[in-house]
């Protein structure tokens, strides 16, 4: 079964160090999404793709965090320099506008800001 | 932005009972997802429902577009249907981005 994949799981890091998370998703999906939930919280979109293009990065801190997607298959969302507050789940989302546009998610990388 | 409302916060169930779970939202939808938020982190597709009924095992959801709700039915709920319930909906500006309630946390005791 079609899967996103995400990497690392977890990670934790000091602040003020950078960090990148991976994301690979369903083959054929032309949409990407990078969410962030805090706990407690539902996720909300940081950055969306249109196959390597930014369609709306409105909630991404962009002082900081940068996302790219430069074939238009995988993904990269990186944080430098991370800070105690980026402490979050992060979430990596996929779907195609031609089967209907249902979302599928990822495992998610568990990130701890110390 | 559209704004999603999902009741009740908490509910805490005998196992075998059941259940309605509830999500308001503000304006008018594409697109509507129920997930169910796994003790890992990971979301659980469990609807795809702008509108209807839909119905998998011992769930159910029922979307009125019309009158901008959707309700998830579980029947017979088990100790691993607890978890977090999320709903999120795409509004109908065809920008194919998800908003989130705040989910509905589900505790189902033996």
């Known amino acids: 079964e079609a899967e996103v994949a995400q990497s690392p799981r977890y990670k934790i890091t000091e602040k003020s160090q950078a960090v990148a998370f991976w994301c690979d998703p369903i083959?054929?999906?032309?949409?990407l999404y990078w969410y962030r939930q805090i706990l407690g919280q539902g996720p909300e979109l940081l950055v969306q793709?249109?196959?390597?293009?930014?369609?709306?990065d409105s909630q991404l801190p962009k002082d900081r965090f940068s996302a790219e997607r430069l074939k238009g298959v995988d993904s990269t969302l990186k944080i430098q320099p991370a800070e105690l507050g980026d402490s979050a789940m992060y979430l990596c989302?996929?779907?195609?506008?031609?089967?209907?546009?249902?979302?599928?998610f990822g495992p998610g990388t568990r990130l701890t800001v110390l | 932005g559209i704004q999603v409302e999902q009741s009740p916060p908490d509910l805490i169930l005998q196992e075998g009972a059941n259940s309605t779970l509830r999500c308001n939202f503000s304006?008018?939808?594409?697109?509507l997802q129920w997930f169910h938020q796994n003790p890992w982190g990971q979301l659980i597709n469990l609807f795809y429902?702008?509108?209807g009924t839909k119905q998998n095992g011992r769930l159910s959801a029922t979307t009125v577009a019309t009158e901008r709700y959707s309700l998830l039915y579980i029947s017979s709920s088990q100790t691993t249907d607890s978890g977090v319930y999320f709903c999120?909906?795409?509004?109908?500006?065809?920008?194919?981005?998800?908003?989130f309630g705040a989910g509905t946390t589900v505790t189902v005791r033996a």
């Open positions: 989302a996929s779907s195609s506008r031609l089967l209907g546009g249902e979302q599928f």
């Open positions: 793709f249109q196959d390597e293009s930014v369609v709306d």
């Open positions: 429902i702008p509108s």
């Open positions: 304006d008018s939808v594409n697109n």
């Open positions: 999120a909906v795409e509004p109908g500006t065809n920008d194919y981005k998800l908003s």
């Open positions: 083959s054929g999906h032309a949409t």
